[in-house]
């Protein structure tokens, strides 16, 4: 061996400095959140959704990564994790970086939000900018809307401190005794059922707006502004807005737990009594009453966030949905696949978006159906750009009443309150098909809506079962079973985000509709595995975790290494959601070593540091950030001549690839291949909405060169979903 090649020293791909700390990473996504909130190009309630956002992203924050964090402190431990840092250290930098960060969102909402809505007719005042007229109205609207729900909790040794709901507004409120000229301490919950701005009617605004759409006053103001109807012979001191988050962390031992369903509400009940793990106060508030609530909370000084304004600005959705589009992005309307619209009717599409389970007769099988289309070859959708009601819901509607049905099958993770979908199920059952519903009751803050559907679809005759001990089923799937003649053909749709037809027109995502009998016998054992007791571990297409998903993804890598050190052509381009797997990230590590040209498009949390010398410096990661959610996985490998492409429900963490049932599904129909090339591309190429991850594990947005026309990704797809339907409708 040359001395050259003899006195190289091998890097350790585990050393901490390789690694970006995954609580740390959230932070920086939550930050470009935020940015989106502070960019003037953004319409202006726009603005306040991701404003809204971001305060909504960092209460779930709090009520699991940091209350994690806090549960480790407490049970002592000081191991570091792949980035080096401890728990205590952990905890440490998150509140350096929040506490800039929250500061900054509250002083651009107070400073430069409030003066820009006033500029364009939206008025959110306080309670002492209000003309009399308007103060007496706000008084009445007190004794009439909101007296009788309040209930006002005294604190004294009578008196015990009371329990704080966790997320709720409150009013910390000093009073003094007129007759004793004692002072005393109260606690006024602000009602969750009332709305957040209460808007002056439209006869007490001309005078005084003429060119306003609204104006409106915070809840708590006009509650604050009206304490002496709660303390009749007693003189209002002060009073002072405060919020605590409580941990949310479901501690439930699943192996052991006869019934999963009962298991799971009784924790849900516990989690309204986690311990707080955040205090956000007004700064105007004074140092006794603070310190108090430290006290009564069991926190300590650093876990206090103080707000200079409003607190809880999630609830600037509300003002998000005033009806004032010049304001915000132009209207999307999801558009019908093309190979879709010869099965478009007018009745079809009436009433309810005419998928209504009661209406039985438009199932006639006088006409083309969904099926008949998935016969024709593979079918790619793309949410939001395409319609979830078009493609996910008609598929299962169609399924529910089409008399050649004979069973469906479904993973149901995550749906809508009112979803449209349990109803097809319920009238699937009804039909006398059968019909069998993994519910994940474990799906983080959505438990108590999948337990209340859980228990309707048990009611309507549906084989209803609640997954894997100890696994969390993430998978996006559905199975139909239909005869044909005198056969049996499996229909099956595979996706990458939620049955939920709400955030379908939010969130991207994927979803493959085939009708191919190999992936119709690996979604059979996949159901058995679910449902049954099969030890099914090896499929012929799917990759499925947690059985083989990790070894048959690090395979994927290594083929590409083993490529490009034999100086053939390699590339991979990877998009998800979150990146913090040590295994995977060492797997790209190794493959950019070897040369391999490596694209990662992460929204979220990514755990790879990127651009280090010999280690990553082949190695680019993007996050986009957009008027939707990113949700979508597709991971391209090159492989020579022989590219492979795969969609599927799985992140690359651990959770995911170790814990969850997971699946993914490799494209094998060239053109949609190529279509998910053509999506990973246009992505790489965004310049307006994309952000570019630096090794130190900060973001730099983007921004078009001089002369170089700007690309914002999510718009390119809708010209480019447009200019389809155009053709489509032509031809």
Known sequence: MPSSRRNVTKINLKDPRYYLNRALSWVEFNRRVLQEGFDPRTPLLERLKFLAIFSSNLDEFFMVRVAGLKQQIEAGVLQPGADGLTPQEQLERVREQLQPLVTEQHCFFEQQLR??????????????????KQQAYLHQYFEEQIFPILTPLAVDPAHPFPYISSLSLNLAVVIKDTATGTEHFARVKVPNGLPRFIPLPEQLLHNNYPDCHWVGVPLEEVIAHNLEALFPGMMVQAYYAFRITRSADLELETDNADDLLIAIEQEVRKRRFGSVVRLEIQTTMPEAIRQMLIEEMDLQAKDVYEVDGLLCLNDLFALREL???????????????????????????????????????????????FFSVMREGDLLVHLPYHSFIATVQRFIMEAAHDPHVLAIKMTLYRTSGDSPIVKALIAAAENGKQVAVLVE???????????????????????????????????????????????????????????????????????????????????????????????????????????????RLLDLIRQETANARQGGTSRIILKMNAITDTQMIMALYEASQAGVKIDLIVRGMCCLRPGVAKVSENIRVLSVIGRFLEHSRIFYFQNQDRSQVLIGSADWRGRNLDRRVEVVVPIEEPAIAAELLEI???????????????????????????????LASQQVFIDLTLQASKEAAHY
């Open 115 to 132: 003066p820009l809505l006033a500029q364009a007719g939206i008025h959110l005042l306080s309670f002492n900018e209000l003309q009399p």
């Open 323 to 369: 009806p004032l589009s010049p304001l915000k992005d132009p209207d999307w309307h999801p558009q019908i696949p093309p190979r879709l619209r010869s099965l478009e009717e007018k009745e079809f599409f009436q009433a309810g978006n005419g998928l209504d389970a009661s209406n039985g007769d438009l199932w006639d099988g006088n006409r083309l159906d």
């Open 441 to 551: 009751l474990k799906a983080r803050f959505d438990e108590e809506n999948n337990i209340l559907w859980a228990r309707r679809l048990e009611k309507a005759g549906v084989h209803v079962v609640y997954g894997v001990p100890s696994l969390k089923t993430h998978a996006k799937t559905t199975m139909v079973v239909r005869r044909e003649g005198g056969a049996i053909r499996c229909y099956v749709h595979i996706g990458t985000g939620n049955y939920n037809p709400k955030t379908a027109r939010l969130y991207e995502d994927l979803g493959l509709f085939s009708c191919r009998p190999e992936l119709g016998a690996d979604l059979t054992h996949l159901f058995n595995f679910l449902t049954g007791y099969s030890r099914q571990r090896d499929y012929n297409k799917l990759m499925v975790a947690p059985m083989r998903l990790r070894d």
């Open 680 to 710: 990973l591309n246009v992505m790489l190429s965004d310049n307006l909405q994309a952000w570019e991850l630096q090794s130190d594990g900060t973001y730099i947005q983007r921004q078009p060169n001089e002369g170089e026309p700007v």
